[in-house]
């Protein structure tokens, strides 16, 4: 198995653009997990999906961002203007029933809003 | 609710120390506990676990044991190389108490010297 794929690996863009993120969790996974990573703010579950369906969004900063997983091999986070506070580095990761064998995750994708 | 408090860091050591990094948690009933690690540039990889009390999770020399009775999995290793420089994560997950969502601690930044 190839793991939990992210992509871009990074992404450098302006201010007031759309970013995507994009994660390609492991075949027969049925949970999926969005975090953000930053110094100040350590690691933070944004999102997370139960056989493609979102469970729990609390996380989600504002309605810059959004999240969809239209089907259970990939997996979208988006926003919406970007600004530079949402610089971070963004993990996906992917679980089978996470209560006993934890989640597996990408390498993430570090993005950086000038 | 749940909850897990790591040691801060960072912790720095010379290669061939012993290591201990301290983790405690909040939790009722009986969650599962992990460790992570995450290396530079890389997303955290699932180090070690375990599931039940006076369970102990070992996986490249590293070692923790689950204490129900001092609420405690801390992370141990005899003998640090270089290569184990690294951020370690410390875990829980409680499914019975209805949430999916692994619990992360802050975080350890470990170095060592050679």
């Known amino acids: 198995d190839a793991g939990v794929i992210q992509s871009p690996r990074h992404e450098v863009t302006e201010m007031g653009q759309e970013v995507t993120l994009r994660c390609k969790p492991i075949?027969?996974?049925?949970?999926l997990f969005w975090y953000r990573q930053t110094m100040m703010r350590g690691l933070e579950l944004l999102i997370y999906?139960?056989?493609?369906?979102?469970?729990?969004d609390s996380g989600m900063p504002e309605d810059r961002f959004s999240a969809k997983m239209p089907n259970a091999s990939f997996s979208t986070l988006k926003i919406q203007p970007s600004e530079p506070r949402d610089s971070a580095v963004y993990f996906c990761?992917?679980?089978?029933?996470?209560?006993?064998?934890?989640?597996?995750f990408g390498s993430g994708t570090r993005l950086t809003v000038v | 609710g749940n909850s897990v408090t790591q040691m801060e860091g960072p912790v720095t050591l010379s290669e061939e120390a012993f290591l201990t990094i301290n983790c405690t948690y909040t939790?009722?009933?009986?969650?599962?506990l992990f460790w992570y690690v995450q290396y530079p540039g890389e997303g955290l990889q699932l180090l070690l676990k375990?599931?039940?009390?006076?369970d102990k999770g070992s996986n490249k020399g590293f070692e923790a044991t689950y204490r129900k009775e001092t609420t405690s999995f801390h992370l141990e290793k005899g003998s640090v190389q270089v290569s184990d420089s690294a951020v370690y994560f410390c875990?829980?997950?409680?499914?019975?108490?209805?949430?999916?969502?692994?619990?992360f601690g802050k975080g350890t930044k470990l170095t060592v010297n050679p």
């Open positions: 939790a009722t009933g009986y969650p599962s």
């Open positions: 990761a992917s679980s089978l029933r996470q209560g006993v064998n934890g989640y597996t």
């Open positions: 875990a829980l997950s409680h499914p019975q108490g209805g949430s999916e969502k692994l619990v």
């Open positions: 075949s027969g996974h049925d949970y």
């Open positions: 999906f139960n056989n493609n369906v979102p469970i729990d």
């Open positions: 375990a599931t039940k009390a006076d």
